[in-house]
């Protein structure tokens, strides 16, 4: 119980010195460009299309519910303001961030992790060559710029399949729905959830870049250290969520 403890504790203090040697690297400016945008590519426009689509499914199928409850109540014309405040809010940043890391994240950690156990990591060192600045600071760097873009398209798309479901099977006019979801969305609204989605692009960076980085077991260790990668983003983002959501409204309170 102990040595699993200090194990543990190890590994969390790790963890932490890991991710401030990146930050301090993107701080100093030591960035290689042409491996970012290299990453932009892999990680964003290799995402984009599973993105577009869950998100496009999620508010169809929220529009559908909605339209099933409120019109109970003989308020369905309030389904704009409910689908378009819960992507903004809460699902489209949940959603995308663990469709993000189920792709662009295990890819991540797999690629590094096959390069740990291959010895490819120490190889950069023996030619002079950082391999934080080098395998780390790209994709870290290009995990924050990319996920947010795709939680903003992620909330149009959202909102693009309630519209669908609405003025298809509920019967609302087009030009009124688009009027009540500008009208419901306000700054706050959206800036919780870009907040929350730039968390949650750090978080999955460095979880997926960490458990890459320090892969050992030869091909065995690279599957488990990709599923650990996983399972930790996944579970970072929603107990991040709900503490993001908490702090939000004890700000804003709304």
């Not at 200090?6 to 930050?23: D, H």
């Not at 369905?76 to 995308?96: G, H």
């Amino acid at each position: 119980m102990v040595a699993a403890v200090a194990e543990l504790l190890g590994t969390v203090g790790r963890s932490f010195l890991f991710f401030g040697e990146v930050m301090s690297y993107i701080l100093r400016g030591k960035i290689r460009w042409v491996d970012v945008f290299r990453q932009i590519y892999e990680q964003g426009v290799q995402t984009l299309l599973i993105v577009m689509m869950t998100s496009f499914a999620s508010g169809a199928v929220l529009a559908m519910q909605s339209q099933v409850v409120l019109e109970r109540f003989s308020a369905k014309e309030f389904i704009a303001q409910l689908v378009a405040l819960s992507l903004v809010r809460e699902l489209s940043p949940v959603f995308t961030a663990l469709v993000f890391s189920g792709k662009a994240g295990a890819g991540m950690a797999a690629e590094l992790g096959t390069m740990s156990v291959n010895n490819q990591i120490q190889a950069t060192r023996t030619l002079g060559v950082d391999p934080i600045e080098f395998l780390i600071v790209p994709r870290v760097l290009a995990c924050m710029i990319v996920l947010p873009i795709l939680g903003v398209l992620s909330e149009i798309l959202g909102i693009v399949g309630g519209y669908v479901i609405a003025t298809t099977q509920a019967g609302i006019p087009g030009v009124y729905y688009y009027h009540q979801t500008v009208n419901a969305i306000g700054y706050v609204d959206f800036f919780c959830g870009f907040v929350k989605v730039c968390c949650f692009a750090v978080m999955i960076g460095w979880i997926s870049c960490y458990q890459g980085f320090y892969t050992s077991g030869g091909s065995l260790g690279v599957g488990r250290f990709t599923t650990k990668a996983v399972a930790f983003c996944y579970i970072s983002v929603l107990v991040s969520n709900a503490f993001l959501t908490r702090l939000v409204l004890t700000i804003w309170g709304s």
